[in-house]
């Protein structure tokens, strides 16, 4: 049995909460991903921001992050590559530590709402001491079970990497040559082709992490 958790979080208690409190009409989303060490929460969309210089000066400057990387641009957004330090830790390290995987994370005014995967209740409850040990104060929104095994769970897998790559099977875009391009792949999960492209980047890195490199011994970040 799995658990969904949805719940808020006060901005400043958490990465980029400076920006959100500083810009209005600004969305920040971090892409769905099997969170690592260094692999923590790694993408980051910017959207609906006309100050984007300014905003990314203020992410680079953030004691937590060692580095920030422009990895493409939208009409109404920006994505980029975040690598975290040592010193990163609060809800973040929690959900890392727990061994959660974060489902979706959107910042917006001076809340954060997240919704978080846990495989079992032992993983529940390292989560809920981690966030007292942290002096977190967390609003529960939801909590709901799953009590059929989703086929991507067994690969770490968050549901629109799962969706995204058995598409992408299922229109052939693994064939040689490809049968569909990533602009068709993203018009038929409805999203662009950037998106498109990482969640089948993570998606393969949380497959291979399981699989191959799990038998090598070896854990992908």
């Known amino acids: 049995m799995t658990l969904l958790a949805e719940f808020s979080i006060s901005a400043s208690n958490f990465s980029f909460g400076a920006v959100l409190a500083d810009h209005d009409d600004l969305l920040i989303e971090f892409e769905s991903v099997v969170p690592t060490h260094r692999g923590l ?4 969309f910017i959207w609906d921001g006309d100050e984007h210089d300014e905003i990314e000066a203020e992410i680079r400057s953030d004691p937590t992050i060692d580095r920030v990387d422009e990895v493409e641009r939208f009409e109404d957004g920006r994505l980029y590559r975040v690598a975290w330090n040592d010193s990163v830790e609060g809800l973040a390290s929690a959900i890392r530590e727990s061994g959660a995987t974060l489902i979706e994370a959107v910042g917006v005014d001076d809340r954060w709402t997240f919704e978080i995967r846990f495989r079992d209740q032992e993983r529940i409850e390292q989560f809920q001491e981690l966030v007292l040990e942290y002096d977190l104060e967390l609003q529960l929104e939801r909590l709901s079970t799953e ?6 769970m067994e690969y770490d897998l968050t549901d629109k990497q799962y969706e995204t790559l058995v598409t992408a099977f299922e229109y052939g875009f693994f064939e040689n040559p490809k049968e569909v391009s990533l602009a068709e792949l993203g018009a038929e999960l409805d999203i662009s082709d950037a998106a498109a492209t990482g969640r089948l980047r993570r998606g393969m890195a949380n ?3 399981q699989t191959v490199m799990r038998r090598e011994g070896t854990d992908i970040e």
């Open 147 to 152: 009590l059929e095994v989703d086929p991507g």
């Open 207 to 209: 497959l291979l992490s």
């Open 41 to 44: 929460m790694p993408f980051v």
